[in-house]
């Protein structure tokens, strides 16, 4: 099966543009996980999605949404872009979106905002 | 809420020395996952440990889960260069709650 697949791999934006990255799962898997990644912090949860729902959502601001298509597929949008939201972007899916489940990450989008 | 704490940040090891990281929770888990980051990549999937006292092996990498279910540890013997990287855990909590919880990882360095 081919892995998760992210487009694009890298982003160079300025301040207050917009940005709207893609993921597409391992066939089969429903659930998508978007992690947004930086030095020192981690892995910090964005939301997930299941069967085109958004399941549960982190503590970030509302210019930070997704979607979930019927094919499974995930966008995740940056609006307003500012200079501390340059990072990787990691989406992740997994079989049935139980939280017990592996967790298969994507290569990431490595976004910087001049 | 919920809160994990992942010890060292940092281990600078030469080749051959074993390293191990720690993760640990303020509340009882449920279950708690091991991913590997390499340098440059994105995480990947190592391990998954769910019962009191558990232990785990894979080649030189022995993972265990604390009795009480509130910590964890990832041990590899004779470290090499191929195991550089970043560790992360991820725990999920009791009860209802869905979303894994990630610690900040520890990254091991190893000299030739």
């Known amino acids: 099966k081919a892995g998760v697949t992210q ?14 990255l893609s993921c ?3 066939s089969g898997h429903r659930s998508v996980s978007w992690y947004q990644q930086t030095p020192g912090q981690g892995l910090q949860f964005l939301f997930e999605y299941f ?5 549960n959502k982190g503590n970030f ?9 019927s094919n499974s597929r995930s966008e995740m949008n940056v609006s307003t872009l500012e200079l501390g939201d340059s990072a990787l972007y990691l989406c992740a899916s997994s079989a049935t979106g139980a939280p017990t ?7 990431g989008t490595r976004l910087t905002v001049l | 809420g919920q809160q994990v704490m992942q010890i060292p940040q940092y281990q600078h090891v030469q080749e051959g020395e074993d390293f191990t990281t720690y993760c640990n929770s ?3 888990l449920s279950n708690i996952q091991w991913y590997k980051q390499r340098p440059g990549g994105h995480p990947v999937f190592l391990i998954q ?12 990498l022995t993972f265990q889960f604390g009795e009480a279910k509130k910590n964890s540890s990832l041990h590899i013997t004779a470290t090499q260069t191929t195991d550089v990287g970043t560790y992360f ?7 209802n709650n869905r979303k894994l919880i990630w610690g900040l990882g520890t990254s091991l360095a190893v000299n030739p």
């Open chain 1, 7 to 20: 487009t694009p791999r890298y982003l160079i934006k300025t301040r207050g543009q917009q940005v709207t």
């Open chain 1, 24 to 26: 597409s799962p391992i």
């Open chain 1, 51 to 55: 069967s085109e729902t958004q399941r």
């Open chain 1, 61 to 69: 601001p509302g210019r930070f949404s997704g979607r979930q298509f």
């Open chain 1, 101 to 107: 489940d592996t967790q298969y990450f994507g290569p």
């Open chain 2, 26 to 28: 303020s509340t009882t």
């Open chain 2, 49 to 60: 440990l769910v019962k009191s006292g558990e232990v785990k092996k894979q080649k030189r």
């Open chain 2, 89 to 95: 855990c991820a725990l999920l909590g009791p009860g």
